[in-house]
T-cell receptor
Framework: DTEVTQTPKHLVMGMTNKKSLKCEQHMGHRAMYWYKQKAKKPPELMFVYSYEKLSINESVPSRFSPECPNSSLLNLHLHALQPEDSALYLC?????????????FGNGTRLTVT | DAKTTQPPSMDCAEGRAANLPCNHSTISGNEYVYWYRQIHSQGPQYIIHGLKNNETNEMASLIITEDRKSSTLILPHATLRDTAVYYCIVEWGKLIFGQGTELSVKP
């Protein structure tokens, strides 16, 4: 079990669908992160939120749209995805950025785009 | 780009110490060294981190060289459940993962 909860665990969607991934933490952390991980590759950073504001966008295509409604929740809205976007999407949180506080990861949402 | 270099794979006998090396020769003075591991199909698990001094917790020990250009993660008594990919990461504000070391613990 992890303290970062991601839903759903698995998602299959067509290229014309709109779906959302959800992430929740109740550790009082003020930084939240989205990573993408392809098979047998390391996680790649997508977005960083700090105090509910987007602070880093690693040149992610606009078909991925993050949202941080409050300090405990992080969403990733998906629209018009491609089959190559199939991957494990990981959410993480930390007390802050650059403060020596470790990231805590969820177990991810495994996304398949058909 | 990742600022760390790790061997792609290592083997360790069960019950023996596993010593995983990491080079981070371009580390900045305010950057921490973090170690994570990832077991298949799970999210990365935090192990330990340090800035300058050696650190120990219930999972592992972290040895950082005096010039901070390299470090070693030590699992004192490896078990089969320690088989995983181990990532060494230096960070200021975000974590960028390198390729990691695939550790296989064998009976």
């Amino acid at each position: 079990d992890t303290e970062v909860t991601q839903t759903p665990k698995h998602l299959v969607m067509g290229m014309t669908n709109k779906k959302s991934l959800k992430c929740e933490q109740h550790m009082g952390h003020r930084a939240m992160y989205w990573y993408k991980q392809k098979a047998k590759k390391p996680p790649e950073l997508m977005f960083v939120y700090s105090y509910e504001k987007l602070s880093i966008n690693e040149s992610v295509p606009s078909r991925f749209s993050p949202e941080c409604p409050n300090s405990s929740l992080l969403n990733l809205h998906l629209h018009a995805l491609q089959p190559e976007d199939s991957a494990l999407y990981l959410c993480a949180s930390s007390q802050g950025r650059g403060l020596g506080s470790p990231l805590h990861f969820g177990n991810g949402t495994r996304l398949t785009v058909t | 780009d990742a600022k760390t270099t790790q061997p792609p794979s290592m083997d360790c006998a069960e019950g023996r110490a596993a010593n995983l090396p990491c080079n981070h020769s371009t580390i900045s003075g305010n950057e921490y060294v973090y170690w994570y591991r990832q077991i298949h199909s799970q999210g990365p698990q935090y192990i330990i981190h340090g800035l300058k001094n050696n650190e120990t917790n219930e999972m592992a020990s972290l040895i950082i060289t005096e010039d901070r250009k390299s470090s070693t993660l030590i699992l004192p008594h490896a078990t089969l459940r320690d088989t995983a990919v181990y990532y060494c990461i230096v960070e200021w504000g975000k974590l960028i993962f390198g390729q990691g070391t695939e550790l296989s613990v064998k009976p």
